[in-house]
């Protein structure tokens, strides 16, 4: 937990606020993140705040408090209490839904809302009913209903992913008594598919609470203040806390890791772009577990051809790979070579091995891996009578050789290839030390990493048990 918190130093990535415009002024959604850091808006700030000067926060980029203030808006809010949203133009990022306009004008209370129609009821009702409240819990505060207000309020949207969709609301109220508006933001997160808001209490993970809220301290903030986690927002990124609306800090999902769950789409594999297999050989061990944290960071899946006496020694570990959707494969019982035995032995060495897997890890088996790559005829005869594929490799690392995270990582970027399955060995530190660059690096390079199944299964003429298969075809 220690290595998490300490990337917190690094964090403080300040974001600034925006504020309101009509609809269809978005932004072409390709600059999503710098459109997300110009998102939110103030809290309970007046304009007055500002007219001191704009030089005074430097990370405020714009937002109605600003707009107002300065010299070319021509739509403050009126003596009438209208708040004129013309005024509070700025780019938007409205990625999900249509931008809708909401007019009404009842009770003493005028409202103008931009808000969201799209295919997740709860999040749209939830930012008009939040305007709503806010502009009669103003007229409230500013004497009841004889007292006549106005709320404009708009948003940026953003598709996290293909499940999760966040929003920020910003309003500005005025009433006819003061031309000072006030503003105020808001934050919503939803499931796509549940069709519910997300609630932050339910995304954190045993202990994430206490994690964040160090996270915040090391990053120079009152980490005992109530309202930390009043205002979040999901990103691409990781998580946005709006503190005192008019600033939020984000933590990157890697500095959240073990701390917060968030929902996430389906696994997609796209055919048409690269992928590669990572397999891993002799384990598993105790450094199986840094490449499963990696595997999981970056929401990616590798293969373990695991030796069958060691599975019940690291159940915890193995369980952990098949829930996480790796491939669990089979390195025989006790790293037998295979060309050497007589073929009820072989069958014993493959079957023990998988019947430790499923009891162990929960697992099924589906591919063998001979040790050595030493493969005839009749282990192919005998894997294919059980069912099995046999799969060998194509860029070998010689990690076990080296025991050197740059060899390693050197011989894998050298040599990657689309289709292509690495050899490389959990039994090592080096070997999971030279995975804090590759897998990164492969993503980067834009190869999906698969599991030889999955990779294998886009071979033309799919896989026939007995078959030995060293690559994708
Ligand atoms: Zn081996």
Redesign the pocket.
């Known amino acids: 937990m220690k290595r998490f918190l300490s990337l917190g130093l690094t964090l403080a990535l300040i974001f600034s606020i925006a504020a309101l415009s009509g609809c269809g002024q978005k932004s072409d959604g390709s600059s999503s993140e710098s459109g997300a850091g110009s998102a939110a808006s103030s809290s309970t700030s007046s304009s007055a705040d500002t007219s001191a000067g704009e030089g005074k926060k430097p990370t405020i980029s714009g937002g109605a408090a600003q707009a107002s203030g300065s010299g070319d808006s021509t739509g403050t809010a009126d003596a009438n209490g209208d708040a004129d949203a013309a005024a509070l133009t700025t780019v938007h990022t409205q990625e999900y839904g249509t931008c809708t306009n909401y007019d009404s004008d009842e009770n003493n209370i005028k409202l103008r809302l931009n808000y969201p129609d799209g295919d997740i009821d709860a999040l749209d009702n939830a930012f008009l009913d939040w305007a709503k409240q806010t502009a009669a819990d103003y007229q409230n505060e500013q004497g009841g209903s004889d007292v006549a207000v106005s709320l404009a309020a708009s948003y940026d949207s953003f598709n996290v992913n293909d499940r999760v969709v966040s929003l920020v609301g910003t309003a500005s109220l005025n009433h006819s008594h003061s031309a000072l508006p006030e503003t105020k933001m808001t934050t919503f997160n939803a499931d796509r598919e549940t069709g519910k808001l997300l609630n932050f209490k339910d995304l954190l993970k045993d202990g994430g609470e206490t994690a964040i809220r160090q996270l915040c301290a090391d990053a120079g903030l009152d980490s005992t203040r109530t309202d930390l986690f009043d205002n979040w927002l999901l990103t691409a990124a990781g998580l946005r806390l709006y503190l005192d609306g008019e600033q939020a800090v984000e933590f990157t999902y890697s500095q959240l890791r073990g701390m917060l769950t968030v929902p996430k789409p389906p696994r997609k594999i796209d055919p048409s772009k690269p992928m590669i297999a990572l397999t891993f ?2 384990g598993p061990s105790k450094n199986t577990e840094h490449i499963l944290d990696l595997l999981e960071e970056y929401d990616v899946r590798a293969t373990f051809f695991v030796v069958g006496n060691r599975v019940s020694t690291y159940a915890d570990t193995a369980k952990r790979a098949v829930a996480l959707g790796n491939e669990i494969g089979i ?1 025989t019982w006790e ?1 037998a070579k295979l060309t050497v035995l007589s073929p009820d032995e072989i069958a014993s060495q493959i079957t023990r091995t998988a019947d430790a897997v499923k009891e162990y890890a929960g697992g099924t088996c589906a591919a063998v891996r001979p ?1 050595g790559g030493a493969c005839d005829d009749t282990v192919k005869q005998v894997a294919g009578q059980l069912g099995y594929i046999l799969v060998n490799w194509s860029i070998d690392t010689l990690d076990w050789k080296t025991r050197d995270a740059d060899s390693t990582y050197n011989a894998i970027m050298s040599q990657a290839a689309d289709g292509g399955i690495v050899l490389c060995h959990d039994l090592y530190e080096s070997t999971a030390n030279a995975m804090d660059r590759v897998i990164p690096e492969l993503i980067d390079q834009g190869y999906q990493l698969v599991t030889v199944s999955e990779l294998l299964s886009y071979n033309t003429g799919g896989v026939t048990p007995g078959n030995l298969y060293s690559q994708r075809k």
């Open positions: 050989d002799d390195h790293h040790p």
